[in-house]
């Protein structure tokens, strides 16, 4: 029997999970996904869709079984696309509902008498809405909008406020990092400053075949160009769920909930365009950006939903002095990029892959 720590991470087979395992090797760990990852080291894996009802059952004789301390739930649906989920009322039942059973299952576990003393949630800076006053702290409402991703993680720290107290003896550790960025990462964003979120259609087949890229929509006026928008490493994501797994719990409050993006200043959309080396194709206004982002779309040529257009022309920034204060001296140890550092780390692997192809 391994004597290291147990902990279940579900959607470990999503790219922060897998990113997430090579900081865990002093742990013994229980992954859980509709699929296995691919050349990852666990010491258990259990399929399961945590959008079905029976996932409840799972995850409790999971729990029993493994004596797990903590759970990371990082199973969610971002892009139905990618993910083959396009039914969204399966996308709110794996998102939504997913996170109240997993909820549930400690409950139940630590009602009679398991031991999980932490559950781990990253909600996403798209909470805040596409648009923000300056940088909003933890305390600032929430104002999600249109794009599914948003309205579900907005719906799921509703969850998680009103069943984190059912968790007896549990803390709860809820993350609100930014967006995404770093070599392995591919999702809206930095998908359209790499200029390669293609969809599926034979159009973007041939057109990424040709090397071309897309251009990011922006309606004209200087101020668009000023927006402001940070990133989060997802390895900086990692260190911090690996440092939240190893620090005693003791003297932390029944509910941690921590913004999390990257050291420094945010940029610009022009700042980011220029990184990338994007070209912009400027338009009338935000209506006919929806309506040709809508085409796009309709047609398989992007990835990108229209949906996403609030998010991917806003400009949205939060503050992170809390997240500095909570981990003191690691600060820097455990966020190692800047805003800058991780948006170059994302557009320089497109570049060398772009290069060596």
Request: proline letters at 5%; aromatic letters at 8%; hydrophobic letters at 40%.
């Amino acid at each position: 029997m391994s004597t290291r720590p147990a902990v279940i991470v579900t959607g470990v087979a999503g790219n922060l999970g897998r990113r997430l395992l090579l900081q865990l090797g002093d742990f013994d760990v229980t992954g859980v996904d509709v699929r296995a990852p691919e050349g990852a080291s666990l010491g258990r894996f259990e399929q399961m869709d945590l959008g079905t009802e029976s996932a409840s059952t799972q995850l409790i004789d999971l729990l029993r079984a493994t004596g797990a301390t903590t759970v990371v739930h990082l199973a969610f649906i971002v892009d139905p696309l990618r993910s083959g989920v396009l039914d969204e009322q399966h996308m709110w039942q794996v998102n939504v509902a997913g996170t109240a059973r997993v909820m549930e299952a400690i409950s139940v576990v630590n009602r009679y008498g398991g031991a999980v003393s932490k559950f781990i949630y990253p909600s996403s800076v798209a909470v805040y809405g596409p648009e923000t006053d300056d940088l909003v702290d933890e305390n600032s409402p929430l104002k999600a909008r249109s794009l599914p991703y948003a309205l579900h993680k907005q719906e799921c720290e509703e969850v998680v406020r009103y069943r984190q107290e059912w968790m007896t003896g549990c803390r709860t550790y809820m993350l609100r990092p930014h967006i995404f960025a770093g070599a392995t990462v591919e999702n809206y964003m930095i998908g359209t400053l790499r200029g390669t979120f293609f969809g599926n259609g034979k159009r973007a087949a041939r057109m990424k075949d040709e090397g071309k890229r897309l251009p990011a929509l922006l309606p004209w006026g200087k101020q668009y160009l000023e927006k402001k928008i940070q990133f989060a490493h997802v390895d900086d994501v990692a260190r911090l769920i690996a440092h939240l797994l190893r620090r005693p719990p003791d003297n932390d409050p029944q509910l941690t909930v921590l913004n999390v993006a990257g050291r420094g200043e945010p940029l610009t959309i022009q700042q980011c365009t220029q990184i990338a080396g994007t070209k912009i194709r400027r338009v009338p206004s935000q209506r006919i950006a929806r309506i040709i982002a809508q085409k796009m779309w309709d047609w398989g040529i992007s990835g990108a939903p229209p949906e996403a257009l609030p998010y991917m022309m806003g400009s949205y920034t939060m503050n992170t002095s809390r997240l500095k204060a909570f981990l003191g001296a690691e600060y820097e140890n455990v966020i190692q990029f800047t805003v800058e550092g991780a948006l170059r780390d994302s557009v320089q692997a497109n570049a060398e892959s772009a290069s060596a192809s």
